[in-house]
């Protein structure tokens, strides 16, 4: 990291939106090593931001998002992850940030805005960068990767993934959640929520009812025997 000699911190507020945007398109657009996103939610303004680079994330540069469990499968992180961005998520995300390339920093500027570029407040505060930078290496740390098993090989988001249907032919054929989340590798955290969606996305009302519609499209058939 490049020491700066000052720091330097401003504000975009009643320009507008458009403004907003521009200046935080025209950061992301400079980077050259690292850049850290942390999101509350999928329709965030940073998530925006990054999906606007879309298939076009910079060569050479890393990208590491943040993001809350509750969105874990939305289209807009499993793009990200396809497009060639780190996507991890934890149980909550505290806020949303922006870091690139630990010297430059995007915060909101005020909550009553927070889910906007606009009015976004652009720090080079070494203080406030680092800050920013360690919050996201405490949570990346625990949170959980979005893997390519966790995404669905059509590119369609009601069609269950590879893990999935591990998941569902396991508890079908009596594991529990504990045995499960050992097999595949991962947190009784995880199964619950994975189960949760999976059942949220067949219209199941019971796990067992999620078994039964998920054998019936076919997609546990690979996994019999």
């Known amino acids: 990291m490049k020491a700066q000699p000052a720091g330097r911190l401003s504000l975009v507020g009643g320009s507008g939106p458009v403004t907003g945007r521009a200046r935080m398109d025209a950061l992301l657009a400079s980077a050259t090593g690292e850049v850290l996103i942390m999101a509350v939610g999928a329709q965030s303004w940073p998530i925006g931001a990054l999906r606007r680079s879309g298939a076009n994330l910079r060569h050479g540069v890393r990208y590491r998002v943040l993001a809350p469990d509750a969105v874990r499968l939305s289209g807009a992180l499993t793009g990200l992850a396809l497009a060639g961005a780190e996507v991890r998520t934890d149980a909550e995300v505290p806020m949303e940030a922006v870091v690139v390339d630990g010297t430059s920093a995007v915060l909101p500027a005020d909550r009553s805005n927070a889910g906007s570029a606009a009015g976004a407040a652009f720090f080079q505060l070494p203080s406030v960068v680092t800050a920013t930078v360690g919050l996201f290496e405490r949570i990346w740390r625990s949170a959980v990767p979005l893997t390519p098993a966790d995404l669905p090989e059509s ?68 996994k019999a025997g």
Do not use: H, P, Y
């Open 155 to 222: 590119g369609d988001v009601s069609v269950l993934t590879s893990r999935e249907r591990d998941l569902l032919a396991l508890l079908c054929s009596g594991s529990t959640d504990e045995s499960a989340a050992a097999r595949l590798g991962i947190s009784v955290r995880t199964v619950r929520r994975m189960v949760a969606d999976i059942m949220n996305r067949l219209g199941a009302r019971s796990r067992f009812q999620a078994g039964v519609k998920a054998a019936d499209r076919g997609w546990l058939m690979d």
